[in-house]
Nanobody, 119 residues
């Protein structure tokens, strides 16, 4: 069973920084995409940033230049460095991993970690 364990959320003032981590355990494909999504109250869950094992990165426009995604492919950990945080970044942040294994797509989610940015 694949498990994702997130850490690093919290309360920070606008302009501050936080670093999220997500460790993946279980049987996964060596080729996979790990990333971060967020969900604010009343909104749908939305992409923040993703990174493939091959290095391809995707960011939502609103975080470009402020957030940096990185990963440790050996230990299956993905990080999200968040700088210049804004109140609009307040949300529950979820870690995700998806991959194809034996012609079937798998998607797994972490439990979520709260990020609150005060103005």
């Amino acid at each position: 069973q694949v498990q994702l364990v997130e850490s690093g959320g919290g309360l920070v003032q606008a302009g501050g920084s936080l670093r999220l981590s997500c460790a993946c355990s279980g049987t996964i494909s060596s080729s996979n995409t790990m990333g971060w999504y967020r969900q604010a109250p009343g909104n749908q869950r939305a992409l923040v940033a993703t990174m493939h094992t091959g290095g391809q990165i995707n960011y939502v426009d609103s975080v470009k230049g402020r957030f940096t995604i990185s990963r440790d492919n050996i230990n299956h950990i993905v990080y999200l460095e968040m700088n210049s945080l804004e109140p609009e970044d307040t949300a529950v942040y979820y870690c995700n991993i998806n991959f194809i294994l034996f012609s079937r797509r798998y998607d797994y989610w972490g439990q979520g970690t709260q990020v609150t940015v005060s103005s």
